[in-house]
């Protein structure tokens, strides 16, 4: 088989943080042998790709292995399928990528496909068909891991919808390990109260940006999501019977409307919007099957910052206190100041400052009439503190769209979505 092989520096492990370290919260805690370790990696653990490329030639069956650490990819130039093989275990089987422009496009459906190397990153390039010619592009990391992306380049292209992963062959993700095989579902964000849920594989969910597939016994498990996120929203869907899963998509061109999560709201009225243009290329997605699924998430962490570096930021942190997460509908002015009194005595002596300001801010019902704001915002100031409000214009909380805006004969229904015909409606009437 033809191959292509780097070695590996040496370096420091790193340790998981404590917030991994405990149970999953969705069953009783079971025995579960000590957490393995971190796998030594190099920092960063993805390199940027080479300036000189080298063309890889398949061996007599059309195979490519790529490898790195305890990944090899097993790239079939045959079918435009590809193996994740970790450790001598096959954990993805036959996955390809594909796009939507509206009609499906997968790198099965091309004749011709070469590789070359540059780097730590391997490029198939397809052609020999009348859709537009796409690229896979495949760069592993130092052990566990690595990242794949797909682009199309051709004229006026359009989609929303474009997936560097798709498994579709049963018991296509295979963890080897089967004693409590769980998915970790991620949120897309807080509404309704969404939480992370850690619940069988054996069901059809969609997590939102990342997901993770593990047993809750030897914790061994694949950890899967986006590390770019400016232009899609990536979604990873999933559908498992007998603690496998037989299909996976991890893809760019997700809308949120999950019933089973967020129940009657309908998130995202609308579909993913589309990106255009002669070339299109997906969201990044990290890959990567690890001894301790929960490290696979600090390393799913860390390719976020090895390919996508924060900005830069030299202001300090701000720090502070809210009121709805911890008193809610009940706020009082006691309990306001009880929170501004503790903050100065005990925490804005010990650096709890940034730039010599400490917020106090009064959330959602401080108009509840149990709030007195001039003796809360004189103590606060008193406390060396800075006082803020929650206000959110032109928004309505109740729900009667007939009923007149204060002080006007306009209807609500009439403003909403609308607001500025408000004041043209009222400088007309005038």
């Given at each position: 088989?033809?191959?292509a092989?780097?070695s590996?520096?040496?370096?420091?492990a790193?340790?998981?943080?404590p917030f991994l370290?405990?149970p999953?919260k969705?069953?009783?805690?079971?025995?579960?042998p000590?957490?393995?370790?971190?796998?030594?990696?190099t920092?960063p653990?993805?390199?940027?790709?080479?300036?000189?490329?080298?063309?890889?030639?398949?061996?007599?069956?059309?195979?490519?292995l790529?490898k790195?650490?305890?990944?090899t990819?097993?790239y079939?130039?045959?079918?435009?399928t590809?193996?994740f093989?970790?450790?001598?275990?096959?954990?993805?089987n036959?996955f390809?990528?594909a796009?939507?422009l509206?009609?499906?496009?997968?790198?099965?459906?091309y004749?011709?496909?070469?590789?070359v190397?540059?780097?730590?990153e391997?490029?198939?390039?397809?052609?020999?068909?009348?859709?537009?010619?796409?690229?896979q592009?495949?760069?592993?990391?130092?052990?566990?891991?690595?990242?794949?992306?797909?682009?199309?380049e051709?004229?006026?292209?359009?989609?929303?919808?474009m997936?560097?992963?798709?498994?579709?062959?049963?018991g296509?993700?295979?963890?080897g390990?089967?004693?409590?095989?769980r998915a970790?579902?991620?949120?897309?964000?807080?509404?309704?109260?969404?939480?992370?849920e850690?619940?069988?594989i054996?069901?059809?969910?969609?997590?939102?940006?990342?997901?993770a597939?593990y047993d809750?016994?030897?914790?061994?498990?694949?950890?899967?999501?986006?590390v770019t996120?400016?232009t899609w929203?990536t979604?990873?869907?999933?559908?498992?019977s007998?603690?496998?899963?037989?299909?996976?998509?991890?893809?760019?061109?997700?809308?949120?409307?999950?019933?089973?999560h967020y129940?009657?709201m309908?998130?995202?009225?609308?579909q993913?919007?589309s990106?255009t243009g002669?070339?299109?290329v997906s969201?990044?997605v990290?890959?990567?099957?690890?001894?301790?699924w929960?490290n696979?998430?600090?390393?799913?962490?860390?390719?976020?910052?090895d390919?996508?570096?924060?900005?830069?930021?030299?202001?300090?942190?701000p720090?502070?206190?809210n009121?709805?997460?911890?008193v809610?509908?009940?706020?009082?002015?006691?309990?306001?100041?009880?929170?501004?009194?503790?903050?100065?005595?005990n925490?804005?002596n010990?650096?709890?400052?940034?730039?010599?300001?400490?917020y106090?801010n009064?959330d959602s019902?401080?108009?509840?009439?149990?709030?007195?704001?001039e003796?809360?915002?004189?103590?606060?100031?008193k406390?060396?503190?800075?006082?803020?409000?929650?206000?959110?214009?032109?928004?309505?909380?109740?729900?009667?769209?007939?009923?007149l805006?204060?002080?006007?004969?306009?209807r609500?229904?009439?403003?909403?979505?609308?607001?500025?015909?408000?004041?043209?409606s009222?400088?007309?009437?005038?």
């Amino acid at each position: 088989m033809a191959s292509a092989q780097r070695s590996e520096p040496q370096a420091a492990a790193k340790k998981a943080p404590p917030f991994l370290s405990g149970p999953s919260k969705s069953s009783p805690a079971k025995a579960a042998p000590t957490p393995t370790p971190k796998a030594p990696v190099t920092s960063p653990q993805f390199q940027a790709q080479s300036d000189s490329s080298s063309e890889l030639q398949p061996d007599k069956n059309g195979l490519i292995l790529f490898k790195s650490g305890n990944v090899t990819l097993a790239y079939n130039t045959k079918t435009g399928t590809a193996d994740f093989i970790r450790g001598g275990q096959t954990v993805l089987n036959a996955f390809y990528s594909a796009v939507k422009l509206p009609t499906l496009v997968t790198s099965k459906d091309y004749t011709s496909r070469s590789a070359v190397a540059m780097g730590d990153e391997y490029i198939i390039t397809l052609s020999g068909r009348k859709a537009p010619s796409m690229k896979q592009h495949f760069m592993l990391g130092t052990n566990d891991s690595f990242v794949v992306w797909v682009e199309l380049e051709g004229q006026k292209l359009i989609s929303n919808w474009m997936a560097p992963v798709v498994v579709d062959t049963k018991g296509g993700m295979d963890l080897g390990s089967y004693a409590d095989v769980r998915a970790l579902w991620v949120p897309f964000d807080n509404d309704r109260n969404a939480k992370y849920e850690a619940a069988t594989i054996n069901k059809e969910d969609t997590s939102y940006e990342v997901a993770a597939f593990y047993d809750n016994t030897s914790r061994k498990g694949l950890v899967i999501g986006s590390v770019t996120h400016d232009t899609w929203k990536t979604g990873i869907s999933y559908k498992g019977s007998s603690n496998k899963l037989d299909s996976l998509q991890a893809f760019g061109g997700v809308s949120i409307n999950n019933s089973q999560h967020y129940g009657t709201m309908q998130r995202d009225v609308q579909q993913h919007g589309s990106v255009t243009g002669d070339k299109l290329v997906s969201p990044k997605v990290f890959v990567g099957y690890f001894d301790d699924w929960r490290n696979g998430l600090e390393a799913y962490g860390d390719a976020n910052h090895d390919l996508v570096p924060r900005l830069a930021w030299n202001g300090g942190v701000p720090f502070g206190w809210n009121s709805w997460g911890a008193v809610g509908s009940g706020l009082t002015t006691e309990k306001a100041l009880a929170a501004s009194n503790f903050i100065k005595n005990n925490l804005m002596n010990k650096s709890f400052i940034n730039n010599n300001t400490t917020y106090i801010n009064l959330d959602s019902y401080w108009d509840n009439g149990a709030i007195d704001l001039e003796t809360f915002v004189n103590s606060v100031h008193k406390n060396g503190q800075k006082a803020g409000i929650y206000w959110a214009p032109f928004v309505d909380w109740i729900k009667d769209p007939d009923r007149l805006i204060e002080g006007t004969h306009i209807r609500y229904s009439d403003a909403w979505l609308k607001d500025c015909l408000l004041y043209t409606s009222d400088a007309a009437d005038e």
